[in-house]
């Protein structure tokens, strides 16, 4: 059974930094397009940065600029680098990855970055 397994979360004041891993475990198969959303209270789940199988890369315009996301294929982790933060990037963030046609999230963590 595949799990992916969020941690890196935290409570951080405005302007620090986290980084946030995403592993990846139980399938023999290869992680395909990979992702990390958010949803923060009273809204709706967004994304906020996606990476392909051959490592090419997007984001949200809120994040251009701060966040990075990378993956280490041969770890099974995806990775999402988050610098200059602001109050409003206080959500759960969620790992999200194609598996064999398959999507699969993990539980979420929570980040707060407090004014």
């Known amino acids: 059974q595949v799990h992916l397994v969020e941690s890196g979360g935290g409570l951080v004041q405005a302007g620090g930094s986290l980084r946030l891993s995403c592993a990846v475990s139980?399938?023999?198969?290869?992680?395909?397009?990979a992702g990390w959303y958010r949803q923060a209270p009273g809204k709706q789940r967004e994304l906020v940065a996606g990476?392909?199988?051959?490592?090419?890369?997007n984001y949200a315009d809120s994040v251009k600029g701060r966040f990075t996301i990378s993956r280490d294929n041969a770890k099974n982790t995806i990775s999402l680098q988050m610098n200059s933060l602001k109050p409003e990037d206080t959500a759960v963030y969620y790992c999200?990855?194609?598996?064999?046609?398959?999507?699969?999230w993990g539980q979420g963590t929570q980040v707060t970055v407090s004014s």
């Open positions: 999200n990855s194609v598996i064999s046609w398959r999507t699969y």
């Open positions: 139980g399938s023999s198969f290869s992680i395909g397009a």
């Open positions: 990476i392909s199988s051959g490592g090419t890369t």
